[in-house]
């Protein structure tokens, strides 16, 4: 990440981590949320959050900061499958005695 004031280089980091949260996971709502989705249109889970946002309505948000895996393509399922036995233990930890 180059730093800049007045054209000229002022700091340098090679491969920074930026820290940041994003959308993922499984999504637990209430019933009412219904009342937000328009029908006969395609509304997506963003545009969602984004209706909720500009009415200034509460969303409630729980950091998770455990292993997370997608699989939500079949390349993905497929990998999981072959790979069981060495991403379970991250999974599901307890289970394999950590």
Same mark, same amino acid.
């Given at each position: 990440?180059?730093?800049?004031?007045?054209?000229?280089?002022?700091?340098?980091? +090679?491969?920074?981590?930026?820290? *940041?949260?994003?959308? %993922?996971?499984?999504?637990g709502v209430s019933r009412?949320?219904?009342?937000?989705?328009? +029908?006969?249109?395609?509304?997506? *889970?963003?545009?969602? %959050?984004?209706?909720?946002?500009?009415?200034r309505e509460q969303v409630r948000v729980r950091v998770h900061d455990g292993y997370w895996l997608d699989i939500g393509r079949p390349d993905d399922y497929q990998n999981i499958c072959e790979n069981w036995t060495d991403v379970a233990p991250r999974l599901l930890p307890e289970a394999h005695g950590r």
């Amino acid at each position: 990440m180059l730093q800049v004031s007045d054209e000229r280089l002022s700091g340098f980091e +090679e491969k920074p981590t930026i820290p *940041f949260l994003v959308s %993922m996971g499984v999504y637990g709502v209430s019933r009412a949320i219904v009342d937000w989705i328009p +029908e006969d249109e395609p509304f997506g *889970f963003d545009q969602l %959050m984004q209706s909720l946002l500009a009415a200034r309505e509460q969303v409630r948000v729980r950091v998770h900061d455990g292993y997370w895996l997608d699989i939500g393509r079949p390349d993905d399922y497929q990998n999981i499958c072959e790979n069981w036995t060495d991403v379970a233990p991250r999974l599901l930890p307890e289970a394999h005695g950590r």
